[in-house]
């Protein structure tokens, strides 16, 4: 008989991927002799099982679980489904990667219309039973049920509003058992008729299941895809003696640190309520007090959870986030995990714990989310704006960077108008954020809430996300339905542009200037240490000197693609190339490309100094002539009388450009086959560029020439026999011994299977992951937006397989092409230039399969360098 249930005693901080991340820790936290509510853990193979079972939970599981529930009452000498004293319990998520906010909580299970009453006399404490039963129906309600807690919210406010109170603890016994009764009359309503479930088992079962499916829920889905978390992991549940901070005065619940979240400052850092149920300090219900005020409140249980907790860091070696809950003077802790924090802290920490001795810089560098790395070079404010900005409130800083952008009210609206919508600047204001906001955080630069603390569900997500947060602001006035907002006496509107600086907490008037980041500091020791485990060599995708300055400073070892095609858009050089496409001799074409050299020379000139001696590779003309062609009137007119040609002729010849799927058309090295000129031309361009900037700065320079869209050996020959014969040219014209060399973008899965072939004549590849997505795929990064989300909720697809490489299909692919190519040529270069060169996963898949490098965009160029190690070190 297989095990599902382990008592926590039963496990280790070993058993992650079964016992999930809490599991695996109130089972190390048990060991180590701490103060835990016991309970046991239903495995994560158990959830596996349930979706199995079509989303059934076998009767194995179900004996198991209440097995464990006669062992739990043992320990704690009260039955569960007791109407005199019963046994509560809570019921928790806990995948083995943590997702703050992403799974539900079910708190005071085992209570029913009867048991409240007996509940109420054992403990002498109606308004604590009846403050329990009413928070009971509505988590239940909503989690298991799917009744929105907002039906629950309303009745609360207007119970608050009759009885003239501002807060829940306000509000007396009679109040909670009439408020716990009208919610029984809601569920009702919302179930047709059924009435609140009164069995304990029953309750039970329909919790675990609740867990069970809230890993499948969308906005579980969308952090799984945005945190890389394969759906196959499924959730532990735990199942845990409950304790309570809602007894009075003497008890309390918080969430705390041993280090600043935010800043990675050492010494706890937290909030708790008094009076209160842990729900209520991550929901915002009510503004939290700091931790440090608990040694004034209840200055024992101060001491006993300092000492423990600092023991807590001690063992697992890294910042904890810890719950804990006071019961009537008495501490117990309810979880700890190491701690979700912006990267800024964790730069800071991973340095501090080496420092400190507690950690080698190989573990330093594997405690840093590589993608996180993006938040510290998000902008920050101008200095000189700052100073003009208009501060008209301020509240938490929640989550540290700055941003400005439009007002926007609604998760879905900020969704539409941000990041993959319209593409505008966006912050989000909210009276709340909830787990269900999550795509709308995901696209704006900033978010503003009214009410939570620094723990609340938009602080811990914010800083997840690496987005600037200013939460708790209560001098708002907000009404979200109208889109508006009152603050330091001014309204705002949906589309009025705020600021927010998440380092201070002050909210802006108005659209204040940004700037970027730069990287010193402990940041630049991190990369130091990076740089020094990785093997995988990091470059930066730039078509221009700005850029490729730019990632050199962030550590660039030189650029994996440079786009010419971006060096023809500028309005000076635009009509030269539409004069060589709308040409119809070579004598024209050539006429006109001589015009672009000096242009396209000086812009690889210039890169070139910005290299100083580093590689670059030049990837020639790539995308169908038709985009280059003028749309506008007024730019048809103007091309046809510098032509000579009537606006009718340019207009027909533009036409016979388009093509019915440019994709796959006449694009690439075709271009080069059916207009040599352009090869010839780009070739003169970069030969000349090098030698010149050799001689005059003394780099050692060896051009990379590479053509694009390569399916067959002898097009790549008969390409390649055009650039060598044009490179030679110029060099006996410049009296130069320049080496060069010229490899191939490796973008068609034929170029792959034909890889040994290509190899003969390719000194190098470059896949150009992008493209080999689409066509490996079939389906063009463009539309298929307008798709993958059905494929996500379908289970089809768990991630986009354009930001994360598919390693079973094009990843094999790549893999294919490496070795086919070494086998034919040992001393080939491979490197990556799609945008998978800056994902972290993608990046530990080219070390793996043996790349000599990726290629990313300037601003990922550290996230790569710290991806590289870490794959270097995992990989050992």
């Known amino acids: 008989m297989a095990k599902w249930v382990y008592k926590f005693h039963e496990g280790s901080a070993a058993m992650r991927n079964l016992l999930g991340g809490k599991g695996c820790n109130l089972a190390e936290m048990t060991n180590l002799g701490m103060p835990i509510p016991q309970g046991f853990t239903v495995t994560t193979e158990a959830c596996t099982e349930y979706y199995n079972c079509g989303k059934q939970i076998s009767q194995e599981i179900q004996d198991q679980i209440f097995e464990a529930i006669t062992w739990l009452e043992g320990i704690n000498g009260k039955k569960f489904g007791d ?102 009359a809601v569920y009702k309503d919302a179930m047709n008729g059924e009435e609140f479930p009164q069995d304990p088992k029953d309750q039970l079962m329909g919790a675990v299941k609740a867990v069970f499916r809230s890993w499948d829920n969308p906005r579980a889905i969308v952090y799984r895809r945005m945190n890389d978390i394969p759906g196959d992991w499924g959730t532990a549940v735990n199942v845990q003696t409950m304790v309570f901070g809602n007894k009075g005065e003497t008890s309390g619940t918080g969430v705390a640190f041993t280090r600043n979240p935010s800043t990675g400052e050492k010494g706890i850092y937290g909030e708790y309520l008094i009076n209160a149920q842990g729900e209520d300090v991550v929901a915002g219900v009510r503004t ?35 719950e804990f809950t006071i019961e009537e003077g008495k501490l117990y802790f309810l979880q700890t995990r190491n701690g979700k924090r912006t990267a800024p802290a964790a730069i800071q920490i991973a340095c501090d714990l080496v420092d400190e001795g507690m950690i080698t810089p190989e573990e ?92 609340s569900h938009a602080a811990v997500v914010a800083r997840g996300m690496g987005t600037c947060c200013v939460s708790g602001c209560g001098e708002i006035k907000i009404d979200e339905e109208a889109k508006v907002f009152e603050l330091g006496g001014y309204t705002f509107h949906e589309g009025d542009y705020i600021s927010l ?46 850029d490729t300055a730019n ?8 650029i994996g693609l440079c786009r010419t095609e971006h060096m023809f858009f500028d309005a000076e050089r635009i009509p030269k190339i539409r004069k060589m496409i709308l040409s119809d001799t070579v004598e024209q074409r050539e006429e006109a490309l001589n015009e672009l050299i000096p242009f396209q020379k000086g812009d690889f000139k210039a890169m070139y100094k910005a290299l100083e001696g580093r590689p670059m590779t030049v990837r020639y003309l790539d995308p169908p002539l038709h985009e280059f062609v003028p749309t506008d009137p007024e730019d048809i007119k103007a091309l046809a009388e510098d032509m000579g040609m009537t606006v009718e002729a340019v207009k027909a010849k533009c036409d016979d450009l388009h093509e019915f799927n440019p994709m796959m058309g006449h694009r690439g090295c075709r271009l080069a086959v059916t207009y040599p000129e352009i090869a010839r031309m ?15 700065c003394g780099y050692d320079i060896i051009p990379e020439i590479m053509i694009p869209l390569v399916g067959e050996k002898k097009e790549l020959k008969f390409v390649k026999d055009i650039v060598v014969e044009t490179a030679e040219k110029v060099k006996a014209e410049k009296n130069s011994d320049i080496q060069y060399h010229i490899g191939t973008m490796i973008e068609i899965p034929r170029a792959a299977l034909t890889a040994d072939k290509i190899a003969e004549e390719a000194e190098f590849f470059s896949f150009g992951t992008n493209d080999l997505t689409q066509m490996t795929f079939g389906f063009s990064r463009d539309d298929a937006g307008k798709f993958l989300d059905s494929y996500y909720k379908a ?20 893999k294919m092409a490496v070795e086919k190519g070494r086998a034919a040529r040992a001393d080939l270069k491979c490197g990556i230039c799609g945008e998978h060169g800056g994902d972290p996963s993608s990046v530990e898949f ?31």
């Not at 380092?503 to 630049?524: H, L, P």
Request: proline share 5%.
């Open 682 to 696: 780009q070739t003169r361009a970069v030969m000349e560029a090098a030698i010149e900037v050799k001689e005059e």
């Open 846 to 876: 080219c070390h793996k399969v043996g790349l000599n490098y990726v290629s990313c965009s300037p601003f990922r160029v550290p996230i790569a360098r710290l991806a590289a190690a870490q794959a270097a070190l995992n990989n050992k």
């Open 795 to 814: 289970k089809i697809y768990e991630s986009d397989p354009f930001a994360r490489l598919d390693q079973e299909g094009v990843g094999q692919l790549v």
């Open 501 to 546: 600086d998440g380092s201070t907490g002050k909210i802006y008037k108005g659209d204040i200037a940004t700037q970027e980041a730069t990287v010193s500091g402990n940041f630049e020791r991190i990369m130091e240490w990076a740089d020094q485990f990785r093997t995988l060599r990091v470059r930066t995708n730039a078509d221009t000197p700005a």
């Open 83 to 184: 109407t005199e004293d019963p046994l509560l319990v809570s019921v928790r998520s806990g995948a083995r990667a943590s997702m703050p906010g992403m799974m539900d909580t079910i708190l005071n299970l085992g209570l029913n219309d009867v048991a409240v009453e007996g509940f109420a006399k054992k403990t002498g404490n109606p308004r604590f039973a009846y403050d329990s039963y009413r928070r009971f129906i509505q988590m239940y309600s909503d989690v298991v049920m799917e009744v929105p807690k907002s039906y629950f919210e309303k009745i609360i406010d207007e119970m608050k509003e009759a009885k003239g109170v501002h807060f829940d603890t306000e509000l007396t016994a009679d109040d909670l058992k009439d408020l716990a009764n009208r919610f029984k």
């Open 551 to 558: 990632a050199v400073k962030l550590g660039a070892e030189g």
């Open 364 to 455: 330093a560098v594997c405690r840093i989310e590589a993608k996180s790395l993006d938040q510290l070079l998000h902008p920050t404010f101008v200095p000189e704006a700052l100073k003009a900005g208009e501060v008209i409130g301020s509240a938490l800083p929640a989550s540290p960077g700055a941003a400005a952008g439009k007002v926007y009210f609604t998760a879905d609206e900020a969704k539409d108008a941000g990041k993959g919508g319209r593409g505008e600047r966006v912050i989000l204001v909210r009276l709340e954020t909830s787990p269900e906001d999550i795509e709308g955080m995901h696209a704006a630069q900033g978010i503003l809430t009214v009410r939570g603390g620094m723990t």
């Open 288 to 322: 939290p007090q700091p931790i440090s005020k608990l040694a004034e409140d209840l200055p024992e249980c101060y001491e006993e959870f300092m000492n423990l907790a600092m023991k807590l860091e001690n063992h697992f070696r890294d910042m904890q986030d810890m």
